[in-house]
């Protein structure tokens, strides 16, 4: 089983940037695909970016490519998200999550075995 922390939310200008973190405790994060997702207030929680386990391959949400960068540092146990040229929109609860299962492609939450507790991205206009 894995813990996950996240780390890294606050309020940002439109236009402006955050990096998100992700710490894992309890199993070493290579043996997971990791996601992050996003909540906003009244809405479904939905899928940002997901990195396989090496960290080669990735795959962005269409709204979010271009903009949003997922790493990963195996060696560290961490997960980051660094997203640039933030919109309003943008403002959400975001979410690291891990699992064994599928490939990156699959980004249904139910995929996801383990989350974190989300960290707060309020962007202004």
């Known amino acids: 089983q894995v813990q996950l922390v996240e780390s890294g939310g606050g309020l940002v200008q439109a236009g402006g940037s955050l990096s998100l973190s992700c710490a894992a405790s309890g199993r070493t994060l290579s043996s997971y695909i990791m996601g992050w997702f996003r909540q906003a207030p009244g809405k479904e929680r939905e899928f940002v970016a997901t990195?396989?386990?090496?960290?080669?391959?990735?795959y962005y949400a269409g709204s979010v490519k271009g903009r949003f960068t997922i790493s990963r540092d195996n060696a560290q146990n961490t997960v980051s998200l660094q997203m640039n040229s933030l919109k309003p929109e943008d403002t959400a609860a975001y979410y690291c999550a891990a699992t064994t299962s599928g490939t990156i492609y699959n980004t249904a939450l139910k995929m996801y075995n383990y989350w974190g507790q989300g960290t707060q991205v309020t962007v202004s206009s």
């Open positions: 990195i396989s386990r090496s960290g080669g391959v990735t």
